[in-house]
């Protein structure tokens, strides 16, 4: 009797100790998948936060103009030199600094691309904070060089034609003829509401002054806004820009018929140029000054977007350069309207549409007719 009891007990600490090793095992192996689900949340986590957050853009109008005419110039052969990657390049090169050095750096970097012997992207990505600029800079000029059509009027014949170009097909966002005059005021102090920086460039002229898209895009916000009064935000095609002009006419602020959702051309009139805003109430004028404020905002990551960690840069080297393409209008008899003298074809429109709208092209037809 007592060796079967010895037996019994000696089964049943058997069976205790076996039970204990799968507890452990099972407890080890719930450690190990928390611990690995934490990894990867904290990974997914790391990804989602994997962009830029700031951008101070510096760039000056003359190293905007000297890449821009490089780009154009080689266009279409095989040392193409992208301006957006010649301007990482003598950012990298001069940390972010644009100096004369830096003007001479990109000169030689171009001159050696001609010439065949540099690869631009290959030197570029060997430089220390060229994928940071390339990106910031992609992120504000992207949209403003490319293939295009464009109505011009023929020397010979004075007739209106289409044109195929390349070159830049964004515009200064005050219309051609119209007279303004700006300086860099970019983080002055405003205090209408509470203590902030001026995060814009303000363009002073004269009421009704055409307003002009200054890229193609679509309208993302239109009203009335109680810092910026009557405004109009246009979101770029690829979603990284976001354009602001605000302050623009008592009871006519907008050309006829612009909508939210609208697909606007770099070059079209928009909005005629007011003194509103600073006030709760609208369609007040309560601006001192006659003047057109635009705004750029970068967006890398949609969470930056209305929120504490906006992008906004410094506009007026931009304005500056863009300077060079203004818009022109003509009045249309009988209405307080004004609309652009010559249509430009930007095939990021039409991109657009035929992806959110589904509407048909003609752009073929016309650049069938006219080649």
Not at 73 to 96: C, E, F
Not at 190 to 209: A, E, K, P, V
Request: glycine letters at 10%.
């Amino acid at each position: 009797m007592k060796r079967y009891t010895k037996l019994k007990w000696g089964i049943l600490a058997e069976l205790a100790l076996l039970f204990v090793l799968l507890a452990v095992k099972l407890s080890s192996e719930r450690a190990e998948d928390a611990s690995s689900a934490a990894v990867v949340a904290e990974e997914e986590e790391e990804a989602e936060q994997e962009y830029i957050k700031w951008v101070d853009f510096d760039v000056t109008g003359e190293a905007l103009s000297q890449a821009y005419e490089a780009d154009v110039d080689t266009y279409g052969t095989d040392w193409h030199v992208d301006w957006i990657s010649l301007l990482a390049y003598g950012a990298a090169k001069n940390g972010g600094i644009f100096n004369q050095r830096t003007l001479a750096d990109m000169k030689e970097a171009e001159q050696m691309v001609r010439e065949g012997r540099m690869d631009l992207e290959t030197e570029g990505e060997a430089l220390s904070g060229y994928a940071y600029y390339k990106e910031a800079y992609e992120a504000v000029l992207g949209g403003m060089v490319g293939e295009f059509l464009l109505q011009e009027k023929d020397d010979e014949t004075g007739e209106v034609v289409w044109r195929r170009k390349y070159g830049l097909k964004a515009f200064s966002p005050i219309a051609k003829g119209f007279p303004y005059s700006d300086y860099d005021d970019f983080g002055v102090s405003r205090s209408y509401g509470y203590q902030r920086q001026h995060l814009g460039h303000d363009m002073m002229g004269q009421i009704g002054t055409p307003v002009i898209a200054i890229e193609s895009g679509y309208v993302e916000v239109l009203g009335w806004n109680q810092y910026g009064g009557w405004r109009i935000g246009i979101r770029s095609f690829d979603r990284k820009r976001y354009y602001y002009y605000a302050h623009l006419r008592q009871d006519y602020p907008y050309a006829e018929g612009l909508q939210e959702g609208d697909a606007v051309t770099a070059g079209d009139v928009i909005g005629y140029m007011g003194h509103t805003g600073y006030s709760a109430t609208e369609n007040v004028n309560n601006i001192k000054t006659i003047h057109l404020h635009w705004g750029l905002e970068l967006i890398f990551d949609e969470s930056q977007k209305e929120s504490d960690n906006e992008i906004w840069i410094d506009c007026y080297q931009l304005s500056r350069f863009l300077y060079q393409n203004r818009s022109e209008t003509v009045k249309v008899e009988g209405t307080r309207e004004w609309e652009r003298l010559y249509d430009l074809e930007d095939p990021s429109v039409e991109a657009y549409l035929q992806e959110s709208m589904g509407q048909k092209s003609n752009m073929n037809y016309i650049r069938n007719k006219n080649e």
